[in-house]
């Protein structure tokens, strides 16, 4: 429940189901597709002739939830999207939206590349500020979100290391994306959140690093040539499609999809590479600065 709002009384026929209705999307309310698919929801409901709490006692969810929903105040969990579906007898309609809803919780910069991600068959990541969000902990993610300014309410923090613990579900899938990161030595370094926090990322990281599928390299601060001095960027290519390079700086970001850019870019990746330490070389290196720690 929204700690910003005033605890709502549960009606009698609620009891014993779901009240966790969900973090709220990224836009602002009344916009977007939670709002769309809200009213959909509703009239979907109507149309049945079911009442809020009769219809969250089927779902499984509380009637205040049902109507955070509905209102487009709290992003709907799949799993309540796909039993909605089917109490409602929608075909379908309320399932083809889920995608788009879950899109909603991440920030409005971010949702394409998070769609595009889903779908990777190749992502090559570069890092100079922080552990990349694939790599990260919770612990890890609550601590660079906390020192975001202007600052972030509790709600929104816990919305994005929920949308961001969820992008990790990359790691799971089958048949597996080919996975490399290069990661600047001094990112490895900074004890965002304390030094607890950073040796628990560490540790994550070379679990993530011995996986078949995933290759971490250092980039070592000492190196004279480095062909990253432009920035961070994330490469991506999905089945049948052309590769496409993701940027993103304060707040802002661009997608390439123009072939000799993307080109260009894929081409400095591979230099990167090739200047840091090798992927063995690079787990042996967070192994040393664990025991620094």
């Given at each position: 429940m929204d700690s910003s709002e005033p605890m709502e009384q549960r009606a009698p026929g609620d009891q014993?189901?779901?009240?966790?209705?969900?973090?709220?999307?990224?836009?602002?309310?009344?916009?977007?597709?939670?709002?769309?698919?809200?009213?959909?929801?509703?009239?979907?409901?109507?149309?049945?002739?079911?009442?809020?709490?009769?219809?969250?006692?089927?779902?499984?969810?509380?009637?205040?939830?049902?109507?955070?929903?509905?209102?487009?105040?709290?992003?709907?969990?799949?799993?309540f999207i796909d039993r909605a579906d089917e109490v409602l007898d929608a075909g379908g309609l309320l399932r083809a939206l889920k995608e788009e809803v879950a899109?909603?919780?991440?920030?409005?910069?971010?949702?394409?590349?998070?769609?595009?991600?889903?779908?990777?068959?190749?992502?090559?990541?570069?890092?100079v500020q922080a552990i990349p969000g694939l790599l990260q902990t919770e612990e890890y993610m609550r601590a660079l979100l906390a020192m975001r300014r202007p600052l972030l309410d509790e709600d929104t923090i816990e919305m994005r290391v929920a949308a961001r613990s969820a992008r990790q579900e990359i790691f799971?899938?089958?048949?597996?994306?080919?996975?490399?990161?290069?990661?600047?030595?001094h990112v490895l370094r900074r004890p965002f959140g304390g030094k607890p926090v950073l040796r628990g990322v560490l540790e994550h990281a070379l679990l993530i690093g011995q996986k078949r599928n995933v290759e971490i390299q250092v980039m070592p601060t000492d190196?004279?040539?480095?062909?990253?001095?432009?920035?961070?960027?994330?490469?991506?290519?999905?089945?049948?499609?052309?590769?496409?390079?993701?940027?993103?700086?304060?707040?802002?970001?661009?997608?390439?999809?123009?072939?000799?850019?993307?080109?260009?870019?894929?081409?400095?990746?591979?230099?990167?590479?090739?200047?840091?330490l090798t992927p063995r070389e690079s787990l042996g290196f967070i192994e040393k600065l664990l025991g620094e720690v």
């Open positions: 014993g189901v779901r009240d966790d209705a969900g973090p709220r999307p990224e836009d602002e309310p009344g916009s977007g597709v939670v709002t769309a698919f809200g009213r959909q929801l509703k009239l979907l409901r109507v149309r049945a002739g079911l009442e809020r709490p009769e219809f969250g006692k089927r779902v499984g969810y509380a009637g205040q939830s049902v109507a955070s929903f509905e209102q487009g105040r709290r992003i709907p969990p799949a799993r899109r909603a919780q991440y920030p409005a910069f971010f949702r394409d590349a998070a769609r595009l991600e889903t779908e990777a068959v190749e992502l090559f990541l570069y890092a799971s899938r089958w048949p597996a994306p080919l996975i490399s990161f290069v990661i600047e030595e190196r004279e040539d480095n062909a990253g001095v432009d920035g961070p960027f994330t490469l991506i290519t999905r089945k049948g499609s052309e590769q496409v390079a993701y940027l993103e700086v304060q707040g802002r970001s661009i997608l390439l999809s123009e072939r000799e850019e993307v080109r260009s870019v894929a081409a400095r990746y591979g230099i990167i590479r090739s200047q840091a």
